[in-house]
């Protein structure tokens, strides 16, 4: 049984929309507010950081006639939108937490460093890592690659829509199988869209065990982490 001490779980932009497929739904927020909040209190160490694809992507803004380096800052925004909606419904669980942002943005969360963010770790506080990496042109999957690595995870659980890596896309390919285990060097050879080839490479380069899975799912959060069972797709070095 794997027993994780310190992980950094993604959530997407999208998985807050919920049901109702745009902007944040407080259901599915206090869904995995509760989750978050129970796997820390089982003693596991929780960092995250979501994504803004359910209020702004800087790319589809490009496309639509804005500067590709304000489009990324509204996204980075956006990420500090959410993880302030994530903070507060921790807070109404009864979970402390910080909001670190990539920039300096006080008093809205506290400006990220490694230290600190550790520190609030190991006093059971949740460390919401908003803002991306602070810098344009890069993802939310690299901003939880940098984050995973830096703050000394032991992995980097990335919440998605299905229970983990196919050989094509489920929701496309009825014939599509699922790999219990696959290397980042194949995830590359077989051009599988799991993350973006920046943040692959980053996982890769820092031997970064990466668990990717079904976050849609209650109780999936707390099978991986309190229970150790082994779900989703781990990826490793070859
Ligand atoms: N972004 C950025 N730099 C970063 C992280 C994010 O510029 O380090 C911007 C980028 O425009 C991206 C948006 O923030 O499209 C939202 O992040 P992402 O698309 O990764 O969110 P998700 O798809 O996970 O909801």
């Not at 109702?20 to 978050?36: H, K, N």
């Not at 896309?169 to 290397?183: L, Q």
């Not at 194949?186 to 970064?208: F, G, P, S, W």
């Amino acid at each position: 049984m794997k027993r994780y001490r310190r992980v950094l779980l993604k959530l997407s932009g999208e998985s807050l929309q919920g049901a109702q497929g745009y902007g944040i739904d407080p259901v599915r927020l206090q869904e995995y507010a509760s989750e978050i909040t129970k796997v820390v209190q089982s003693g596991v160490q929780v960092a995250i950081v979501i994504g803004g694809g359910n209020i702004f992507r800087g790319l589809s803004g490009a496309t639509k006639g804005f500067d590709r380096v304000k489009g990324d800052q509204m996204g980075m925004l956006a990420t500090v939108i959410n993880s302030l909606a994530l903070s507060s419904a921790l807070e109404a669980e009864g979970q402390k937490n910080v909001v670190f942002t990539a920039t300096p943005m006080s008093p809205i969360g506290k400006h990220y460093n490694k230290w600190d963010a550790i520190e609030a770790l190991e006093s059971g506080k949740v460390a919401i890592c908003s803002g991306g990496t602070g810098n344009p042109y890069f993802t939310t999957d690299t901003g939880s690659s940098l984050r995973a690595i830096e703050l000394e995870t032991d992995a980097m659980l990335k919440g998605t829509r299905v229970d983990g890596i196919y050989t094509a896309d489920p929701e496309k390919d009825p014939t599509a199988t699922r790999f219990e285990e696959i290397s980042y060097q194949e995830i590359l050879r077989r051009h599988l869209k799991v993350m973006d080839l920046t943040a692959t490479t980053m996982c890769m380069e820092n031997n970064q065990l990466i668990v990717v899975f079904d976050m849609d799912t209650l109780g999936n959060l707390t099978k991986l982490l309190v229970e150790g069972r082994p779900i989703g797709t781990r990826v490793i070095n070859e």
